[in-house]
């Protein structure tokens, strides 16, 4: 089955314990995303990646890291994770030569930072 | 960069009733506008989506108006059902971009 897995799904932390959350697609998608959620703010893209070894930054990238060593993942990294990062964040992939081809979205990761 | 304006926060109808939901878009180079839905607890989906060579396209009760000129694409849900119950996103995005901008939501509530 096509799918973005992302883990863990629930996640709770202190602040400033560095923390990673996973993602990996089996579609071999070149373009993988992460975004955040926020209530009454939607959709925030923080990192996305054209292709292996290809990142950039979103519209909120500060306090993240990613990487794109291979294909099919794309971990999303908090160094040192504070309060305003606790939120919803979903991972995303698409066909990279097809800008208006279909965003696939992982399940999700909820997490809190106390 | 771009910037998507989605309007209503929140909308309730009752089951059997048309939903309409607009948003409107920044940049004029922009020319495909998806529509994903998120139900509660689950990540969102697309639905419907249009091209900027088409003004509407449909797919059962749902479909989807854009008008270029004004810079401005609707959603219309017709015969809502309780199911319909979610969180809809608009989106906009060229191909000059590497990313789609989202709308903040709009969370419909159908009531039976």
């Known amino acids: 089955e096509a799918q973005v897995t992302q883990n863990p799904r629930y996640l709770i932390t202190v602040t400033g314990k560095k923390l990673t959350v996973t993602c990996s697609q089996n579609?071999?998608?070149?373009?993988m995303s992460w975004y955040r959620q926020d209530p009454g703010l939607g959709l925030r893209q923080i990192y996305y990646?054209?292709?292996?070894?290809?990142?950039d930054k979103g519209d909120v990238p500060e306090g993240y890291k990613v990487s794109r060593k291979e294909k099919r993942n794309f971990p999303l990294i908090l160094e040192s994770p504070s309060p305003n990062q606790t939120s919803l964040y979903f991972c995303?992939?698409?066909?990279?030569?097809?800008?208006?081809?279909?965003?696939?979205f992982g399940n999700g990761t909820r997490l809190t930072v106390t | 960069g771009e910037n998507v304006e989605q309007h209503p926060s929140t909308l309730s109808v009752q089951e059997g009733d048309s939903a309409v939901i607009k948003c409107t878009y920044s940049?004029?180079?922009?020319?495909?506008f998806p529509w994903y839905k998120q139900e509660l607890g689950k990540r969102p989906q697309l639905i419907i989506d249009?091209?900027?060579?088409?003004g509407e396209k449909k797919d059962q009760r749902i479909a989807v108006t854009l008008n270029k000129t004004a810079k401005h694409f609707s959603l219309h849900i017709t015969e809502t059902q309780p199911e319909d119950s979610a969180v809809y996103f608009c989106?906009?995005?060229?191909?000059?971009?590497?990313?789609?901008?989202f709308g903040k939501g709009t969370m419909l509530l159908v009531s039976p």
């Open positions: 990646s054209m292709n292996v070894e290809v990142t």
């Open positions: 940049d004029s180079a922009s020319n495909y």
């Open positions: 995303a992939s698409r066909e990279g030569q097809n800008y208006n081809s279909p965003l696939h």
């Open positions: 579609m071999n998608h070149e373009y």
């Open positions: 989106a906009a995005s060229n191909s000059g971009y590497s990313t789609l901008t």
């Open positions: 249009i091209r900027s060579n088409v």
